[in-house]
Structure formats: C-alpha cells, structure tokens
C-alpha cells in the first residue's frame, strides 16, 4: 500500500469514527479531530522524507554516471598509450621500425574512435561547410569559390555532432 492509499484509507477511517462520534460530546470530536491532524502530518511527513530520498538518489546517480562515463573510452585508450611507452622503451631502432610503430599505433587509435563514433571530417575537394570547417585564409583560385584547397588541421565529429572543426584553405574568385 503506498502513501496516497494509506492517505484515503486514514481519511475515510477519520470520517467513520468522526461520524459514529457525533453523539458524543465536543470534547471526544476534538481528541478525534487532533488524532486525525497527527495522522495527516505524519503522513506529510513521510512523503516529503520519500521525496527528498529519491531526490538524493537521483543526485547520486548523476554523480556516478559523470564520474565513470568515460572509463570504457579510457581503457581503450590505455592499449594505445602502451604502445607509445613500449616505443620509448626501444634502444636500438631504426627510422623505420619507428614508424611501422607509429603507423600500428595509429592504427589502434583509430579503431578505438571508430568504436565510439569518432569520424573524420572529410574536408579536401569539398565545398566549405561552416559548421564542419573553420577557414583560415582564402586563395584566389581557378577552382569554384568556397571549395577546400587545403586542410591545416583535421576536424573530428563525434557522433555526427563537431568535436573540433577541421582547419581549412578557401577557394576564392581570382579578381580581374
């Protein structure tokens, strides 16, 4: 039974004994009346202590779930970080062997963004999208206006939402 339902249940008793009570005199309807004004108040009572309990519950919910909401992503993140600190750990390697190392390395990064939606802003040879790209400067070109002729730095999108906008170079109409 839960608090609305012991609320009725009180409420109707009240009304049945304060009915059986009228022949009595006013001072037995008083203790009655204040027996049922103790009831409500605990009742009151009782919902407001469930309410702010939920309350704190929901509180730390939130909490935990900032808290620990990126730790699959950081324990992905940690086979690539061994990868780097076995590299450094090399004594005797040559350029190549580096970067063969480099390149499983980034390899291991990209799976790791893959698996959580990160993607790559396709950017040279498109036309500029102001909500996917940031230019940088504009060049008088051949090509038509407003297409990307270079890109300083990669954009990433995570979960088709801009994590950070790719920087780009403009085409612009060479002037005559």
Known sequence: MN??????????????????????????????????LAEAEAQVLYVKAEGENIRKRSIEDIDKARKFALEKFSSELLSVK???DAALTIENANIDSYKNGVELTQKQLINVFEKFGIHEIKALDE????????????????????KI?????????????????????VSKTKNT
């Open 127 to 146: 036309k500029f999208d102001p909500n996917q790209h940031q230019a940088i400067s504009m060049i008088e070109s051949e090509e038509e206006p407003n």
């Open 82 to 84: 061994d990868s780097l």
């Open 3 to 36: 608090a609305e339902d012991k609320k009725n249940s009180s409420i109707d008793d009240s009304e049945d004994n304060l009915e059986q009570s009228t022949s009595n005199n006013p001072e037995d309807q008083i203790k009655l009346l204040e027996e049922k």
């Open 149 to 169: 002729l270079a890109v300083l730095q990669k954009g990433y999108l995570l979960n088709e939402r801009v994590l950070r906008p790719a920087l780009v170079t």
